[in-house]
């Protein structure tokens, strides 16, 4: 982009991922340049995956604590959502869900179908997530799922009525983007 110049990269962290301040000078419409600064989290890109089974009418959703939405709203500190993950160097986001979905919820599938990409918060995050879906059958079960201890992840898996999601949304009991873009995907596209 050629309205932009100069930037220059501060890193404020570099805990679990890098936190960026980036200064650069933007062009306006006016033909004068400004010197912004901005803060920007780049901890990488993900995955994430709707597993749906057709003939019961049911998804597989993760229940987890989250402490940003904690921060947030201390009422609010579990979150149910659909099975994601970060995507680890050199791994494709397809195979990334597919590692996840045996780690997290206990199932092995064979392949998935990516139906969007999309920037969560754009303002803040690098991160882009690849969000897919499945079709998921009880003869795929392979494990209990919950996540690894090695990560630290504690997740109860959930296995709900496809309906019972979409009224989730509504009574605000499901706050995730990720989970309300994919169940509404599945809804208008009459995948369950």
């Given at each position: 982009?050629?309205?932009i ?44 995956v ?42 494709s ?26 920037y ?10 690849y ?20 990560e ?28 309300i873009m ?11």
């Open positions: 982009m050629k309205q110049k100069n930037i220059t990269h501060n890193v404020l962290s570099k805990a679990w991922a890098t936190l960026y301040r980036i200064d650069y000078d933007y062009q306006f419409k006016n033909g004068e340049y400004k010197r912004l600064k901005r803060e920007c989290y780049n901890r990488g890109n993900g995955a994430a709707l597993l749906y089974n057709t003939k019961k009418r049911t998804v597989i959703l993760t229940k987890q604590f989250r402490m940003p939405i904690f921060e947030n709203d201390r009422s609010e500190g579990m979150s149910i959502e659909v099975c994601a993950g970060a995507i680890d160097k050199n791994e986001p397809k195979w990334t869900i597919i590692r996840e979905i045996e780690e997290e919820v206990g199932f092995k599938i064979d392949d998935a179908t990516c139906v969007m990409e999309a969560m918060s754009p303002g803040a995050l690098t991160e882009k997530l969000l897919f879906t499945a079709e998921y059958s009880e003869d795929m079960k392979v494990n209990d799922g919950g996540g690894l201890a090695s630290d992840e504690e997740i109860e898996v959930l296995e709900i009525s496809f309906n019972k999601a979409i009224e989730m949304i509504k009574t605000k009991a499901i706050i995730d983007a990720k989970t994919l169940l509404q995907y599945a809804q208008i596209n009459i995948l369950v």
